[in-house]
């Protein structure tokens, strides 16, 4: 168990569930998300990855996605074998993706579709990793997570300052 944030602090005790892989001989990012109803990717990076992606789509029936109440436009369905690296041996699984239009991700999710298919357990305890299938001694490691910090607002320069300091500077220099 960890120890308990600060008061108003508790947004940063909050970790990652992504873990690298091998997708179409390629490591990238793959996100083990309980919450997601199924597996999915985004078009554009699923184009990063698998430029040649659109001749492999399977079609999907009418279904409709939703990712926090917002609509997602689901193009198809991305068949392709997902490789978890072990040092005791690496780890294949066959996943289909739906892949989505609209989805901003820079990473592949792997829905409860899936997590509950091969038996994939989350563990967070002290040591934070999964399991798949019933192996538990074969432990998967997460990627470290990286805080980022963004700026919400950026105050717009004060042109005519900044042109009153660039000016004599240039002039300065002309003069030496």
């Known amino acids: 168990m960890k120890t308990k944030p600060n008061r108003g602090k508790g947004y940063t005790a909050g ?23 199924c597996s999915c990717v985004g078009k554009s990076f699923l184009k990063t990855c698998v430029p040649n992606f659109e001749d492999q789509l399977l079609p ?3 279904i ?3 990712s926090a109440s917002n609509p997602m ?16 041996g690496n780890l294949r699984i066959t996943v289909e993706f739906v892949v989505m239009e609209n989805c901003s991700s820079t990473h592949f999710i792997l829905g409860n579709d899936y997590l509950i298919m091969y038996g994939i357990d989350l563990h967070n305890n002290k040591d ?12 998967f490691a997460f990627l470290p997570f990286k805080r980022q910090i963004t700026v919400n607002r950026v105050s717009p320069a ?19």
């Open 158 to 176: 004060n042109l005519e300052l900044e042109k009153f300091k660039s000016e004599p500077l240039r002039e300065a220099e002309r003069s030496l």
């Open 64 to 66: 409709k996605f939703n």
């Open 73 to 88: 436009k689901a193009l198809g369905i991305f068949e392709t074998n997902v490789i978890f690296p072990h040092i005791n």
């Open 15 to 37: 970790n990652s569930c992504i873990t690298e892989v091998v997708i179409d001989n390629k490591p990238t990012k793959l996100l083990l998300d309980p919450g997601a109803f």
């Open 128 to 139: 934070r990793y999964f399991t798949i299938g019933d192996n538990k001694r074969q432990k």
């Open 60 to 62: 999907i029936d009418g």
